[in-house]
């Protein structure tokens, strides 16, 4: 019998070691590195690997002789998918979907795949569920279920033998976690079943030009389960966020090779299953009518579109030596930043006050030109002072005190004036040549002038 050979892998990063150790040395985590169980090299195990990125022969070609015809892309059915995908769905791509649990990733796939199903052959395959089960949800949410074929099956090998005689166009993997290799000696859902599974089915759909989504769980701190070379190897990887007291569910784009990354669409949770907002903008802005201070709108960027959010902040006295400092929605360091810019620049000091950002409706903004949009809200609370409703603000502020601009401005303000907003405090050089119907636009320097327009 031959003997079992193992490497130990980060879960985080994807580095190899001959042994175990504590510590990641490449991205430094803690308590990540697993067994590896590394598969014999017999020739059913080698077949496969051939071909990798659909190509059974190798061979070298000059730029100038490849191919650039457009791939044909089909709609999925959701205006919002198709934003996040790049346009739609691309043939022999591998695209994964990641959420916590109860967050719609299967019902967002079934809805999908019925639609699909109608126009060319779809393969439903279920790994967590029975049949029975599948085709309950389906008639609960009214879907046409006489066209989709579903499998129960969790060993890749099966699958991808089935998929071969039913040909399909479209296939559905729910979820990665529980599908297994049989040369790879371990449980489903460890590190190198999830590996070893992810590389087969991305070769499968490539070679046979299958559209494939993986449906993937998620680990307590919200990031993808698994290791992470499962994102590496993958086309476009997707993470469906939503609150569990919240209807709302915003799938926002991670990694594309066939569009823009970050890109976000927004559904509903509804009893029919889920809906497109065609409007998000509008669900984010369901402000009080009474006015209050701390409250200001910005302008963020999705993608490829604006998206207006109201951004809320709360400046209090502190009963505590260390005075918090809570972001919901924002990025924690940087509002400690700001803070320090303001009592260098401002002339603001809340040393001894407790400052809570929150970001209404969930969404989550990384971007820089939120940050002249919470000190402004921040030092409308402290000042109890109420800004105007009709007010829109956005831009970045450097360490020095100097209002930057952000890419989009004209983009940012007309979606802004769509919406009836009168007044925009934004950078100066954001500031359009041409005059916005119906908004004032005021372009700031600096911190101090952004103070004064207010």
Sequence with gaps: MAKRKTAYVCSDCGAEYPRWQGQCGDCNAWNTITEFVVSPASAKATGPR??????????????????LQALPRFSSGF?????????????????LIGGSPGAGKSTLLLQTMCFLATEQAALYVTGEESLQQVALRAS???????????????????????????????????SIQVMHVADVQSAPGSVSQV????????????????????????TKDGSLAGPKVLEHCI???MMLEGESDSRYRTLRGQKNRFGAVNELGVFAMTGGGLKEVKNPSAIFLSRDEQPSPGS???????????????????????????????????EQNRLSMLLA????????QMNDQDVFANVVGGVKVSETGADLALLLAMISSFKNQVLAQELIVFGEV??????????????????????GFKKAIVPFANKPKQAVAGMQVIGVKRLSEALEAI
């Design 140 to 174: 609960r949410l009214g879907l046409p279920t006489d066209q989709l074929q579903l499998l129960a099956e969790t060993n890749i090998e099966t699958i991808c033998d089935i998929a071969l005689q039913v040909k399909p166009k479209i296939m559905v993997i729910d």
């Design 235 to 237: 086309d476009c990887s």
């Design 398 to 419: 450097g360490l020095a005190g100097e209002i930057r601009p952000v890419p989009n401005g004209t983009e940012r303000l007309t979606e802004a004036a769509k919406h």
């Design 50 to 67: 051939m071909g990798y990125a659909g190509q059974t022969k190798a061979e070298v070609q000059t730029l100038n002789k490849i191919d």
């Design 79 to 95: 205006k919002e998918l198709d934003r996040v995908l790049g346009g739609g769905i691309v043939p022999g791509a591998a695209m």
């Design 296 to 330: 200001v709108v910005m302008v963020t960027w999705e993608g490829t579109r604006p998206l207006l959010v109201e951004i809320q902040a709360l400046v209090d006295y502190s009963q505590m030596a260390n005075p918090r400092r809570i972001a919901v929605g924002l």
């Design 195 to 218: 590996r070893e599974s992810a590389a087969y089915l991305t070769r499968f759909a490539k070679q046979n030009h299958i559209a494939m989504f993986l449906v993937g769980h998620v």
């Design 341 to 348: 810019i303001m009592h260098r620049h401002g002339n603001v």
